[in-house]
T-cell receptor, first 116, second 109 residues
Framework: SQTIHQWPATLVQPVGSPLSLECTVE??????LYWYRQAAGRGLQLLFY??????ISSEVPQNLSASRPQDRQFILSSKKLLLSDSGFYLC???????????????FGEGSRLTVL | GQNIDQPTEMTATEGAIVQINCTYQ??????LFWYQQHAGEAPTFLSY??LDGLEEKGRFSSFLSRSKGYSYLLLKELQMKDSASYLC??????????WGAGTKLIIKP
């Protein structure tokens, strides 16, 4: 099965500072990759997904961006953080053997971001 | 719109059985997932149903009724380590996952 590495695990950032969260995947090739945000007591909110290198789809307009420079690397960034960006961020990977989205997701350990 | 409903919180006793319900309304349907998430950790896969009926996997079972837009997760012989949130997610016609807010399950001795 896949292993998803995500870092940093925890970070506290001031408003207006930049952000970079990184995710790498082992154990699969050409996965679909996802960035989710989870607010306390809320469901997972899909932020971005990628079906291949350089291919990014944004689900929610915001001050965040994502990039996929390599097949198994996915990065979430912001130039200027807002208070509302605080939350638990999860990277997820999905095998594409069946050629479609909507399969089992493997999640990274998560990154807890607090913006002050 | 698309929607997933599941109870916010449930409490059960160690050794007992608990059923967590999930109803969904989606544009098309391509299956339903259940994930377990311990506090502060990432979700982990529990089950996937796409056909009507019950899927059993050890102490955990998942049921689906497509005609009713309904699923449940059944946990037997509850253990303290089962205290977690349980997330229901349906796959719509575009193969996007629609997530519920999760059910926090509290197990008491």
């Amino acid at each position: 099965s896949q292993t998803i590495h995500q870092w940093p695990a925890t970070l506290v950032q001031p408003v207006g500072s930049p952000l970079s969260l990184e995710c790498t995947v082992e154990g699969t090739s050409n996965p679909n990759l996802y960035w989710y945000r989870q607010a306390a007591g809320r469901g997972l909110q899909l932020l971005f997904y990628s079906v291949g290198i350089g291919q990014i789809s944004s689900e929610v307009p915001q001050n965040l961006s994502a990039s996929r420079p390599q097949d198994r690397q996915f990065i979430l960034s912001s130039k200027k953080l807002l208070l509302s960006d605080s939350g638990f961020y999860l990277c997820a990977s999905e095998d594409t053997v069946r050629g479609a989205r909507g399969g089992e997701l493997f999640f990274g350990e998560g990154s807890r971001l607090t913006v002050l | 719109g698309q929607n997933i409903d599941q109870p916010t919180e449930m409490t059960a006793t160690e050794g007992a059985i608990v059923q967590i319900n999930c109803t969904y309304q989606t544009s098309g349907f391509n299956g339903l997932f259940w994930y377990q998430q311990h506090a502060g950790e990432a979700p982990t896969f529990l089950s996937y149903n796409v056909l009507d009926g019950l899927e059993e996997k050890g102490r955990f079972s998942s049921f689906l009724s497509r005609s009713k837009g309904y699923s449940y997760l059944l946990l037997k012989e509850l253990q303290m380590k089962d205290s977690a949130s349980y997330l229901c997610a349906a796959v719509d016609s575009n193969y996007q996952l629609i997530w519920g807010a999760g059910t926090k399950l509290i197990i008491k001795p």
